[in-house]
């Protein structure tokens, strides 16, 4: 059994449906990131039990361990785009702080009343970003498991803040904890906030798409199943205590991945006049954007055997595919709030 959170998110949920001949506890306080419809496979399924609620919530995360005894905690949930952070910083250390806290002292407290094998396999495993590193030049080296932390944004110094909190139970209270610290995401179920779900949204709706300052900020983008992939693998397979970064092995800047989005548009749904690159539109950079992020994923082959699977060429023509062919669940998270919210960003 695994008590997951956050498993109505993105992420989160390619996760819980990849893993959905386990037995499931997916708690999400269904945000507006987070969407119930991404798990609609799983409504029927025993295993899989969902409950909206928050990791800030003690008492129900304590009822969560006492009642479903759960043999490990995988920690998704967190509010996650730099932006929002920027516009409302303590949504932010509310949730990725003190609800990374609340989750931990918790699994302290059950961990801690296990005997046996059952406390021996006991695992936390927090999802982080590569984000806690700051940002690269274009000639250093990528980000390694010991690169210093220098967050640029309040999202990443919260999420650094939570990766402390863990290392500090481990060193502390012995709990049997993971990191895992990953590069950017993409692929099916993500909210069009991010750059790559933004830009599809805009360019079928034949609006601009907007790209932060010369476009020249570079990014690793890795396909959401091998992320989850690499999670499970960790999960089975990590040393305790260790932190574990998590690449797809492809840095593009973000004006070549735009671009490579409207080639792929040009051919699967052609426009009617004009190709889909005429949309695009420089906006004023974000403050403190960081240039470059990279990941060395060598400690993942070598220590645990995992590699990606997918080229970024495969997992984008399959993410296009993917939103082509669900417009239904891209209208339903469109709300009027969402617009709104995306006009005064990009105003």
């Given at each position: 059994?695994?008590?997951?959170?956050?498993?109505?998110?993105?992420?989160?949920?390619?996760?819980?449906?990849?893993?959905?001949?386990?037995?499931?506890?997916?708690?999400?306080?269904?945000?507006?990131?987070?969407?119930?419809?991404?798990?609609?496979?799983l409504k029927n399924q025993s295993l899989h039990h969902f409950v909206h609620g928050s990791i800030n919530d003690e008492s129900l995360v304590n009822q969560l361990f006492e009642q479903h005894k759960p043999s490990a905690i995988v920690h998704f949930a967190a509010e996650s785009h730099v932006d929002r952070s920027i516009k409302t910083p303590r949504d932010f250390m509310e949730t990725n702080v003190l609800g990374t806290f609340t989750l931990l002292e918790a699994a302290r407290h059950y961990w801690g009343k296990l005997e046996g094998a059952e406390k021996q396999n006991f695992r936390f495993l927090h999802v982080s970003t590569?984000?806690?590193?700051?940002?690269?030049?274009?000639?250093?080296?990528?980000?390694?498991?010991?690169?210093?932390?220098?967050?640029?944004?309040?999202?990443?110094?919260?999420?650094?803040?939570?990766?402390?909190?863990?290392?500090?139970?481990?060193?502390?209270?012995?709990?049997?904890?993971?990191?895992?610290?990953?590069?950017?995401?993409?692929?099916?179920?993500?909210?069009?906030?991010?750059?790559?779900?933004?830009?599809?949204?805009?360019?079928?709706?034949?609006?601009?798409?907007?790209?932060?300052?010369?476009?020249?900020?570079?990014?690793?983008?890795?396909?959401?199943?091998?992320?989850?992939?690499?999670?499970?693998?960790?999960?089975?397979?990590?040393?305790?205590?260790?932190?574990?970064?998590?690449?797809?092995?492809?840095?593009?800047?973000?004006?070549?991945?735009?671009?490579?989005?409207?080639?792929?548009?040009?051919?699967?749904?052609?426009?009617?006049?004009?190709?889909?690159?005429?949309?695009?539109?420089?906006?004023?950079?974000?403050?403190?954007?960081?240039?470059?992020?990279?990941?060395?994923?060598?400690?993942?082959?070598?220590?645990?055997?995992?590699?990606?699977?997918?080229?970024?060429?495969?997992?984008?023509?399959?993410?296009?595919?993917?939103?082509?062919?669900?417009?239904?669940?891209?209208?339903?998270?469109?709300?009027?709030?969402?617009?709104?919210?995306?006009?005064?960003?990009?105003?």
């Amino acid at each position: 059994m695994l008590l997951v959170t956050g498993g109505a998110g993105f992420i989160g949920s390619n996760f819980v449906l990849g893993q959905a001949e386990r037995g499931i506890v997916n708690l999400d306080a269904l945000t507006y990131a987070g969407n119930p419809t991404n798990l609609e496979t799983l409504k029927n399924q025993s295993l899989h039990h969902f409950v909206h609620g928050s990791i800030n919530d003690e008492s129900l995360v304590n009822q969560l361990f006492e009642q479903h005894k759960p043999s490990a905690i995988v920690h998704f949930a967190a509010e996650s785009h730099v932006d929002r952070s920027i516009k409302t910083p303590r949504d932010f250390m509310e949730t990725n702080v003190l609800g990374t806290f609340t989750l931990l002292e918790a699994a302290r407290h059950y961990w801690g009343k296990l005997e046996g094998a059952e406390k021996q396999n006991f695992r936390f495993l927090h999802v982080s970003t590569d984000e806690v590193y700051g940002s690269l030049s274009p000639s250093d080296p990528a980000f390694r498991e010991t690169t210093p932390y220098a967050p640029n944004s309040p999202y990443s110094a919260s999420k650094a803040a939570s990766d402390h909190l863990v290392r500090a139970y481990f060193h502390t209270y012995g709990l049997p904890v993971l990191t895992t610290n990953c590069s950017n995401n993409y692929g099916p179920y993500q909210f069009p906030e991010k750059l790559i779900p933004l830009i599809l949204h805009n360019a079928l709706n034949d609006k601009p798409l907007p790209i932060y300052g010369d476009g020249q900020q570079v990014r690793d983008w890795l396909y959401v199943t091998d992320h989850c992939d690499a999670i499970a693998t960790v999960l089975e397979k990590g040393e305790l205590g260790e932190v574990y970064n998590i690449g797809g092995n492809n840095e593009l800047a973000n004006i070549d991945v735009v671009h490579h989005i409207c080639a792929l548009l040009d051919e699967l749904r052609p426009r009617a006049t004009g190709n889909y690159a005429d949309l695009i539109t420089y906006v004023t950079d974000r403050p403190g954007h960081d240039r470059r992020y990279a990941i060395d994923a060598s400690k993942m082959k070598n220590q645990l055997g995992w590699s990606p699977r997918e080229t970024f060429e495969t997992g984008m023509r399959k993410t296009v595919e993917w939103y082509l062919n669900n417009s239904a669940w891209v209208e339903g998270v469109t709300s009027g709030t969402y617009r709104e919210w995306i006009e005064g960003q990009y105003d």
